[in-house]
């Protein structure tokens, strides 16, 4: 597996100002390194990206993720929580949506254990970003450079899974720590070829709130820049995310070998990750052997041997 020189960089070098960074960088970035030939290890391979790919910020989009939200599904606390970073967000920006080939069952794993990218991240030293599992649906994360975070899955289910985070920065770039709160509302649908394939389509909407007035003026200045780091994180997020898929599909015993070294993940969820691998692998193998059964021409009498019945 082959990632374009520069795609892991961007994943994982995409700090942003202030603490907005980390609350929209810490599901998906870490620190700064070098990605070419990352993965040649797993055996697949993906095209150039792109980055002319870029989301929105609209008050009008604002107001259809909150109205489109499962509000009685969530607890109080849930809801007061959301509402009150929501309603009033210091940067709201819907990041570019994706569609990648990728298996349901690992897309969802990951999505409600992202220390398991952290984990991949850490294996190929290329993060910092420590995550620990406090709770079953809270995980703690830190950057190493100031930045501190605690995220919390509110809500999930195959189609949208609700994420609201907590955190600060103590860094080099402020003189007292600021504080920052963030709503994710991260949003998934599933479409299968006629090869047996899935894509998922994923929207990520992010709403992020600074508690310090000279920080909430700054990210409010640089929010352009700030969305644009965002969105390039998000898209090669994606990519990375398919990869892991494919390298499933075509390299199992590798992926394997890797989720059981996967440090910052506990013992259940990498054995989780080995059960989902082994399934991905296993349901290729199925598609694979439909094809070729597809493709063999019908048996007929000419080809049996056997003569044809007369009418």
Request: aromatic share 6%; charged share 20%.
């Amino acid at each position: 597996m082959t990632v374009p020189g520069g795609s892991i960089q961007r994943i994982v070098g995409g700090r942003c100002a202030l603490a907005a960074a980390l609350l929209l960088t810490l599901v998906f970035s870490t620190t700064t390194a070098s990605a070419q030939g990352l993965l040649n290890r797993f055996g697949s391979a993906i095209g150039n990206s792109d980055d002319g790919q870029s989301g929105t910020a609209s008050i009008e989009r604002r107001r259809e993720v909150l109205a489109s939200l499962p509000m009685q599904r969530l607890t109080r606390d849930a809801q007061q929580r959301i509402l009150s970073i929501a309603n009033s967000p210091t940067i709201f920006r819907q990041l570019p949506t994706q569609a990648i080939s990728c298996d349901r069952d690992l897309f969802l794993l990951i999505a409600r254990n992202p220390e398991i990218l952290v984990g991949m991240w850490d294996v190929m030293g290329v993060t910092q970003v420590t995550t620990k599992r406090i709770a079953p649906y809270q995980l703690d994360a830190s950057d190493g450079s100031g930045t501190q975070c605690v995220v919390d899955l509110v809500y999930g289910d195959p189609n949208i899974h609700i994420y609201v985070a907590d955190g600060s920065y103590d860094g080099k770039l402020v003189a007292s720590p600021i504080k920052g709160r963030g709503v994710f509302v991260f949003r998934s649908t599933y479409a299968t070829s006629a090869t047996g394939q899935t894509t998922v389509t994923g929207t990520l909407d992010c709403f992020v709130q600074l508690d310090s007035l000279s920080a909430d003026l700054i990210a409010r200045t640089f929010s352009g820049f700030i969305g644009r780091s965002a969105d390039s994180n998000f898209v090669e997020t994606a990519r990375f995310l398919s990869q892991i898929s494919a390298a499933s599909q075509q390299n199992p015993h590798s992926m394997i070998d890797l989720a059981r070294r996967l440090p910052q993940v506990p013992p259940e969820t990498k054995q989780q990750f080995v059960e989902v691998v082994k399934n991905v692998n296993r349901r290729q193998q199925q598609r694979q052997q439909e094809l070729v059964q597809s493709s063999r021409p019908p048996r007929t009498a000419a080809n049996t041997g056997n003569r044809a019945p007369l009418e």
